[in-house]
Structure formats: structure tokens, C-alpha cells
């Protein structure tokens, strides 16, 4: 639990005292009721390790909500109820049309995502203003609960002559850093970083950073992939990706500064993660498009075009041999944003680029990522977009619903 949980912000011209709010993966352990007589879910905070009681504040905003909000009753479900009826259905398209009609039900062991959440200072209850289900079982899909990410920007282009564009996540493990003070340790710790980051099976990537005591540069190089003659994508092995990145102008440059005594080189792993495509049709849905995705990781509001690395949850589901992202948001609901050159590490202090700004518009994670920066109802406004808001559409979490324990 933060330190600051039970500090009161006290903003000029604000109508009352504003607690901070944040937003968290529970790993379910049970439903009770609070001394208040609240419904409430118990829970592991996956950031913090914390064990918490959550409870979810009465909505009083000035408009109506645009379709029924899911309240703690919505979420119970018995331990099994949920996970043993997958193992016994026939077939993955039966398994997707139950958990759809699910709807929010969560069984133990499962995770809810906690969203514009305070401490309650008499109570240690843990006051949410939006509750949504990520895994409905363990099994479900992977959740992870606090990992530095960035959403990216969006990228357009054209294919047999038609516009598409894509979007996706670059995650990286700063604790993994490694520090190089040689061409054969470069070498060594590239390999390392293109077999890929633990916990997301995805496009492996390596940042490597350089600092000369003063200013900070870095390059992420994706691990190269090529189509074959059948159109199927064909990734490279960790050893010809060090190969492709050495020979490039960049890659010849490090590797003739890796032994610089005046300069700190070190390789960060990470892994690029594409957004599912039925999250990407639902943002597309949105009002504001695709290009809503990426907007709690903008160093400027109203710019896309540069996003930055924040403390995050992710949800990922299988599909194929890879995991795609449905849902990823800030832990913070002011997140600090850091450049990849900025990130901190047990080798460099880092420092953010920028503090986004609090949002002020609450949007629904999934179709339009909900945020929020206050404890408060008054500015609580939601749009026909937020009918999706209640739940992660069982729909984006189809491609996992198969995956069980025999």
C-alpha cells in the first residue's frame, strides 16, 4: 500500500479534499461483506503483494450512465464454478458464448481489474469507482500486474493498395539490465535479450542505452522478421538478430563503444505486443478511433505521436504462438512518463520526461481505457463508447478461453 494512501490532496479551487487514486490488478480470493456492510471482494493486489478489501463507491454523476455499471454482486462466482464448466465443454466456440453471457462473473483465483481507487483512511478498505473482469478464472488469460509499458503510437500504412494500420505495447524489464563493457559482452547480452522478456511471449526486443555521465541515447531494435514464399512470418533466431543489428550503421557504432571507459552501455530487454484484433475493432468503434489506445501514455494530450514508458497492467491472451494485449492502462492515474533513454535501472538513475496530465473524462478500459484522476463523483462523465465499460468483452478474451490444466 503507497505511503501516501492516507493523504488528503488539497487543491486550490476544488470543492473538497481530493484523495489520489490508482488503478491495480486483484487476484480473487473471495466475496464478503465489509464492517460497513458493503458487498466487497477480497483479493492480492498483484503490484504490492498487498491483501485487500475492495468495495465499489455508488456512482452520482450528473448524467446517466450509457448502460448499467457492474456492481461487486455482478462479479461472484463460486471457486470452480467458472472453471470447471470450461473443462466440460465441448468445443471453443461454446466455451467463448458462455463467457460471454458471463458477463462479469469472476470465480477465485481469477482477476478483476481495479480502476480510480483510494485507501478509505478509517476503514484500510480499498474505495473503487470502476471494477471490470480480466481473467474469470486463473486459467483464463495472463494478467500482469505491474511491468514498465508503453502503449504506442499508432502506425499506418498501406497493403495491396489498402489503408490499415495496427497498434502496439512495448513492455521491458529494466531489473534485467545489462551493463557491457566489451564487444564480446555486447554480443552476449543482445543474444540474451532477443531470446526474448519472461512472462510475455511476444516480438522480443532490445533497448540499448548509452550514457556518457551527462546525456542519455538509446535505440530499441525489434527482433527482425521476415514473410516466406506461403506468406507466414518467420522470426529469426536470437543469434542472426545480433547479426542483423551489428551490421547495421547503429549496431557498428555501439559495438565500437562498448569498452569506453567515459560511457555506460547496457541492454534491456523487452518484447513488442500487438493489440488483439478484437480490441483493435472495438477501439475502431470508438469516437475517437484506434488512436484512443494510446492516449494515458502521451506525453502530450493531444499528440500521438509520442508515448512513454509507465509502471502498467496488462491483459494477454493467446493466439497462435504468440499473446496479443486487450487491455493495458497506468497504475497511476497522473502517470510519470519516462523516454526509453530515461528509464531507471540498477545501473543508471532514470527521471520521467513527463508527468501526464490528470484526466479528467473517465473512459472504459478495453473499447476506450477508462482513467480518472480524482475521488470524486462530480467529474464522472461517460459516453455511449463507456456501454462496453462493465467488463472486457468475452469476445477479446475468446482466443484464451480454451486454455485449461488437464
Known sequence: MSKLAGINERIAGSKRELPATENFVLQVTGYTKDAKDR??????????????????????????????????KDFIAQ???????????????????????????TEPGGSILVQRAYVESSTGVVNAGWLQSAAKYSEHCTVLG???????????????????????????????SQLVTSAEELNAALESAFTGMPGVNARAVALIRLNDGGESKAIEFPLPVKRNDDGEFIKATPRQAVK????????????????????????IPGARISLGSQAKASFEKGTNGLEQVNRLYRFTKGDQSETGFTASYVVLHDVGDAQVFST?????????????????????????????????VPL?????????????????????????????PAEAMAPSAPRMRA
Open 39 to 72: 458487498e466487497a471482494v477480497t483479493g492480492v493486489r498483484m503490484d504490492t503483494g498487498e491483501d485487500v478489501t475492495v468495495v465499489l463507491r455508488p456512482y452520482k454523476g450528473d448524467k446517466p450512465l450509457a448502460a448499467p455499471r457492474a456492481e461487486v
Open 79 to 105: 471457486e470452480g464454478e467458472i472453471s470447471n464448466l470450461m473443462r466440460n465443454l465441448p468445443s471453443d466456440e461454446m466455451r467463448k458464448q458462455v463467457l460471454k453471457g458471463m458477463k462479469a462473473k
Open 146 to 176: 505491474n511491468l514498465m509499458l508503453r502503449v504506442d503510437p499508432v502506425a499506418y500504412g498501406e497493403r495491396n493498395g489498402v489503408q490499415v494500420s495496427s497498434s502496439a505495447a512495448t513492455a521491458i524489464a529494466p531489473e534485467r
Open 244 to 267: 542483423v543489428f551489428l551490421g547495421t550503421d547503429s549496431g557498428k557504432a555501439i559495438a565500437q563503444l562498448a569498452g569506453d571507459p567515459d560511457l555506460t552501455v547496457e541492454v
Open 328 to 360: 493495458a492502462e497506468p497504475l497511476s492515474n497522473k502517470p510519470a512518463l519516462f523516454h526509453s533513454r530515461d528509464i531507471s535501472t540498477k545501473h543508471l538513475d532514470g527521471k520521467p520526461a513527463s508527468v501526464a496530465e490528470i484526466r479528467d
Open 364 to 392: 472504459a478500459a478495453h473499447a476506450e481505457t477508462q482513467t480518472g484522476s480524482m475521488a470524486t463523483d462530480e467529474d464522472e462523465e461517460f459516453s455511449i463508447d463507456d456501454a462496453i465499460g462493465n467488463h472486457i
